[in-house]
């Protein structure tokens, strides 16, 4: 790609001053068919978001991150800490995701589906814009004394932001520890339950501090995803990009003048207006190329296709498109790189799959007491002693379970309970219990017994041990 002329922007972030200070981004309202899309879009994510915690599927919730039980649920499905392999896998599978719709469509992850644009764009600046005006409203009320009309404006503003991070806190609380804890703990009152309120308000102080102040910085300077983009890109990648061959032709950019004959002069389409730079939401210059500032937002190609439509000049100036499209007229093509992230993508589903149908909704741990070896009973019997950990992943409770050995002939004694007992729903039932088999049964001093788990008369899960016996001399 043709290299600008004036490289100093890439000295420093286009949201600090010379001196180092923050440069305040006033962007100017944004509108167009890309707009228009985005709203749809961004609109229906937040309400899934709202939604999501609540929606139980077979009784789990739709979607849960506890990190603190270690207890997630992902589209319905419930995650224990006996799963952690397929969570892995499922973030594995995410963020290859992420990385194959990076190399082949650029940040269309951040300008599209990233909660941070999303509320940022949506719901923050569109309450500025209603609330402050547009840019330049914006620019003479942060200059303007405090007056009644600004102090007015700031309370209001503030408190609606507060309001919402609140709101956003509380849908955040209810991913972390589920709906349902969070629901009691709103009912039953906050101060009864002083160890979540505090992260509550801390989360809430969080998200202000973000929407209200940090805002476009979090993009640009806490994010690393916008740095990936120098691994993850290359010039076949979809991208919001300025053709430069058309805007600045032989001549380069140029004020627009009526009637004038800008081909003739040998000057390109760009007029030189900026207001591709005022509709930037973090205050860059498309102009300059692929920056890491660029969010992908489109909100230069709808400002951009605006003025060329005014000046009947033809759109696509600013558009979706590859470095390749823009120099040598080559189209987007499937390839072997992306070919390859496909490849792994499909293998990591394709596994993860192949796991979740072979998941049990009951998972059995039977292990050898430590420090016992055997006991050697009356009647030649040999004794081990285990402790077991049954585990109910489901939302009903396995009532009437029991114990029984396959192939070998022997008894097993649960202690402290009946040989029936039950397992709570979403919870454990752990406990001691004695395996006693005759020893001509044995074949030696260590032996592989299987032991199946059943709720009444069904099989629910086996699992395996090692009993130890005396070891015999031929």
Known sequence: METPKNETFRDSIGTLTEDGKRAWV????????YYEKRKIVSYGL?????????IKVGGNQFLMFNVLERRFNIFG?????????????SMLIGVIFIALFTVAFG????GWICPQTIFMEMVFRRIEYWIDGDRNKQRKLDRQK?????????????????????LIANVFLAYLIGSDKLIRY??????????????LIIFTAVFYFVFAWFREQVCIIACPYGR?????????????????????????????????????????????????VNVCPTGIDIRNGTQLECVNCTACIDECDHIMESIDLPKGLIRYASEDEIEKKKKFEFSPRLKGYTAVLVILIGVLSGLLLLRSDVEARVLRLPGQLYEHKQGDIISNVFTYKLINKTTDTISDVS???????????????????????????EGTLFIEIDKSELSGDKNKLMIEVYSKDELIETTTVNFLGPRSYN
């Open 146 to 166: 405090w007056d009644a009309e600004k102090i007015r404006k700031r309370l209001l503003k503030w408190f609606i932001f507060l309001v919402i991070s609140f």
């Open 46 to 54: 937040i309400a899934f978001l709202f939604i999501a915690p609540f």
């Open 186 to 199: 709103i009912t039953e009152g906050p101060f009864a339950h002083t160890g979540t309120l505090i992260p």
């Open 403 to 429: 114990f029984k050995l396959r192939k070998y002939k022997g008894e097993i004694k649960l202690v402290s309970t009946s040989n029936n007992f039950e397992v709570p729903a979403q919870g454990a039932a």
């Open 26 to 33: 006033y962007p100017k309202k944004p509108s167009g068919r």
């Open 228 to 276: 990936l983009q120098g691994v993850l890109l290359d010039n076949k990648s979809i991208i919001v990009a300025y053709d430069h061959k058309r805007g600045e032709a032989e001549n380069g950019r140029k004020k627009f003048r009526k009637n004038e004959d800008r081909e003739a002069l040998g000057h390109g389409d760009c007029i030189d207006c900026l207001q591709c």
């Open 77 to 89: 499905f419930p995650f224990w800490p006996q799963d952690f392999y397929l969570f892995v896998i």
């Open 107 to 110: 940040r269309i992850f951040c």
